[in-house]
């Protein structure tokens, strides 16, 4: 796989009080892939514009960059004040937790991810209300001696920290990524395993679990689902251009849960798609993407697909837009929220544009389009019999990446984003937008959602005047 070190991340510096104010300025590490930033028109940072959600910049022009995110990118720390999240992996400093045999944690936030010096111990990932522990069940065979802070390429192409646990010259290894929300644990095969399964335990005291055949088992405690556990993608070690057809990725596999001998144990068994496993042109080492991470709260969003009509997936991290064997046909639809924050001028935009991630690499010709939605939806009703119709297209891309990586996707939503600031109901902006395949019958594509705390997608407005009013917000989405 070839190697992405184009550099993901801004580093940026600004921390905010619980108001909203700006306060002493830190470093952070920051979500944006954006032209404004690497030109360096960004001049000044204007902090009252700053929420979870949201930043704003002077540019070296005149004119102003807002920035609006599908998932905060900051948490509230023990001063009461809020501050970025560094996603950086460190040493243990708790003397408490060292004694207990855990070696590494993510760097800041309200979100702890607790990684053990072997793998006899589970990860722990823990808030102020909720511990989770967890790690993969091995086979006999499946020895693993090794854990190693390391940077290394993801499944995406990315090189990024990550704790590693084995090394290529056993039979599995499994590399831990740091989210905003938790961790992305990557489950490397070296060789075919023997089997199709992937097991792991989970310990989560007073809860309960759903499983609705959507790609991800979520734990449910008196307030709700407050964690999900995603696996999905199965990729190879093909380093060469390639085709949907050539099956170097497969996004086939089933996910199942039981009750473990312990009240607060349960068995999570993901089966993989074992004729990928088994084909002759798949290139081992095999990587499988999963993901154990807390819910936050997010632009609302939801995918539908055609041969899994009653399923909802509104907390899946990924999106099939286009045409899948397994899916079906696929869309995506996406709410944003400008009037939740911002007062502005229709005319004082001068362009904006929503970006987000594609993860397949293909090299094929995918042609993908944003389309307004013409009625209301609720996410977390949303399937495929009940989808909301929708009518103009206000964005195209033809997605042909070619790169056998992630790729950068951004629309033109600027006409869109006038007409929402213009109406004073919201409703433009409720009814929201569909990302869709044009070509049906063509293949497929994976973005990246509003649930995906490794790649949030965000807004970047561009105005000719600052917003005449600004709504601090610490919840996108209440309710």
Same mark, same amino acid.
């Given at each position: 796989?070839?190697?992405?070190?184009?550099?993901?991340?801004?580093?940026?510096?600004?921390?905010?009080?619980?108001?909203?104010?700006?306060?002493? #300025?830190?470093?952070?590490?920051?979500?944006?892939?954006?032209?404004?930033?690497?030109?360096?028109?960004?001049?000044?940072?204007?902090?009252?514009?700053?929420?979870?959600?949201?930043?704003?910049?002077?540019?070296?022009?005149?004119?102003?960059? $807002?920035?609006?995110?599908?998932?905060?990118?900051?948490? @509230?720390?023990? @001063?009461?004040?809020?501050?970025?999240?560094?996603?950086?992996?460190?040493?243990?400093?708790?003397?408490?937790?060292?004694?207990?045999?855990?070696?590494?944690?993510?760097?800041?936030?309200?979100? @702890?991810?607790?990684?053990?010096?072997?793998?006899?111990?589970?990860? $722990?990932?823990? =808030?102020?209300?909720?511990?989770?522990?967890?790690? #993969?069940?091995?086979?006999?065979?499946?020895?693993?001696?090794?854990?190693?802070?390391?940077?290394?390429?993801?499944?995406?192409?990315?090189?990024?920290?990550?704790?590693?646990?084995?090394?290529?010259?056993?039979?599995?290894?499994?590399?831990?990524?740091?989210?905003?929300?938790?961790?992305?644990?990557?489950?490397?095969? *070296?060789?075919?395993?023997?089997?199709?399964?992937?097991?792991?335990?989970?310990?989560?005291?007073?809860?309960?679990?759903?499983?609705?055949?959507?790609?991800?088992?979520?734990?449910?405690?008196?307030?709700?689902?407050?964690?999900?556990?995603?696996?999905?993608?199965?990729?190879?070690?093909?380093?060469?251009?390639?085709?949907?057809?050539?099956?170097?990725?497969?996004?086939? =596999?089933?996910?199942?849960?039981? @009750?473990?001998?312990?009240?607060?144990?349960?068995?999570?068994?993901?089966? #993989?798609?074992?004729?990928?496993?088994? =084909?002759?042109?798949?290139?081992?080492?095999?990587?499988?993407?999963?993901?154990?991470?807390?819910?936050?709260?997010?632009?609302?969003?939801?995918?539908?697909?055609?041969?899994?009509?009653?399923?909802?997936?509104?907390?899946?991290?990924?999106?099939?837009?286009?045409?899948?064997?397994?899916?079906?046909?696929?869309?995506?639809?996406?709410?944003?929220?400008?009037?939740?924050?911002? *007062?502005?001028?229709?005319?004082?935009?001068?362009?904006?544009?929503?970006?987000?991630?594609?993860?397949?690499?293909?090299?094929?010709?995918?042609?993908?389009?944003?389309?307004?939605?013409?009625?209301?939806?609720?996410?977390?009703?949303?399937?495929?019999?009940?989808?909301?119709?929708?009518?103009?297209?206000?964005?195209?891309?033809?997605?042909?990446?070619?790169?056998?990586?992630?790729?950068?996707?951004?629309?033109?939503?600027?006409?869109?984003?006038?007409?929402?600031?213009?109406?004073?109901?919201?409703?433009?902006?409720?009814?929201?937008?569909?990302?869709?395949?044009?070509?049906?019958?063509?293949?497929?594509?994976?973005?990246?959602?509003?649930?995906?705390?490794?790649?949030?997608?965000?807004?970047?407005?561009?105005?000719?005047?600052?917003?005449?009013?600004?709504?601090?917000?610490?919840?996108?989405?209440?309710?």
């Amino acid at each position: 796989m070839k190697k992405n070190i184009k550099i993901k991340f801004l580093i940026i510096f600004a921390i905010f009080s619980l108001s909203g104010c700006a306060g002493t #300025l830190k470093p952070v590490t920051e979500y944006i892939d954006s032209d404004m930033i690497k030109s360096g028109k960004h001049i000044e940072k204007i902090d009252e514009y700053d929420s979870p959600y949201t930043m704003c910049y002077k540019n070296s022009d005149g004119t102003y960059t $807002v920035y609006m995110f599908s998932s905060p990118i900051s948490f @509230k720390n023990e @001063k009461g004040q809020f501050e970025y999240v560094d996603n950086k992996i460190i040493h243990i400093k708790d003397s408490k937790m060292k004694k207990e045999g855990y070696k590494y944690q993510n760097a800041k936030n309200n979100i @702890k991810v607790l990684f053990p010096e072997n793998d006899s111990k589970d990860i $722990v990932i823990k =808030n102020d209300e909720n511990t989770i522990k967890y790690s #993969l069940v091995k086979n006999e065979s499946d020895k693993i001696d090794s854990v190693n802070l390391t940077e290394s390429e993801n499944i995406f192409g990315d090189v990024l920290p990550n704790v590693c646990y084995g090394d290529e010259s056993e039979n599995i290894c499994v590399k831990n990524y740091i989210t905003k929300a938790g961790v992305k644990s990557e489950i490397v095969l *070296n060789k075919y395993p023997g089997t199709d399964e992937i097991k792991f335990k989970v310990k989560s005291p007073d809860s309960t679990i759903e499983n609705e055949n959507n790609g991800y088992i979520s734990f449910r405690d008196e307030n709700g689902i407050f964690v999900t556990l995603y696996g999905g993608i199965q990729k190879d070690s093909y380093t060469e251009n390639f085709e949907e057809k050539d099956g170097h990725i497969s996004i086939k =596999n089933n996910v199942n849960i039981k @009750k473990g001998i312990d009240s607060d144990l349960y068995i999570v068994t993901f089966k #993989l798609d074992n004729e990928f496993l088994l =084909n002759e042109s798949t290139v081992y080492p095999v990587r499988f993407d999963t993901s154990l991470e807390f819910n936050l709260s997010c632009q609302p969003d939801s995918q539908v697909y055609s041969k899994n009509p009653f399923a909802n997936a509104y907390l899946s991290p990924v999106s099939i837009i286009g045409n899948n064997s397994h899916f079906g046909e696929g869309e995506h639809y996406i709410r944003f929220r400008f009037n939740y924050f911002f *007062n502005c001028k229709a005319d004082s935009v001068i362009s904006s544009f929503y970006h987000l991630k594609e993860l397949t690499g293909f090299s094929s010709d995918k042609n993908i389009s944003l389309n307004q939605v013409n009625d209301q939806w609720t996410s977390t009703d949303l399937n495929w019999f009940n989808k909301a119709g929708f009518e103009k297209e206000i964005a195209n891309k033809n997605v042909n990446n070619g790169k056998n990586h992630i790729n950068d996707i951004s629309f033109d939503i600027t006409d869109y984003t006038k007409e929402c600031f213009a109406d004073s109901s919201w409703m433009t902006e409720s009814h929201g937008l569909v990302l869709k395949g044009i070509d049906i019958d063509g293949n497929y594509r994976l973005f990246t959602t509003h649930d995906n705390y490794l790649y949030p997608p965000y807004i970047e407005i561009n105005l000719s005047e600052l917003p005449k009013g600004f709504q601090f917000r610490g919840d996108i989405n209440p309710g």
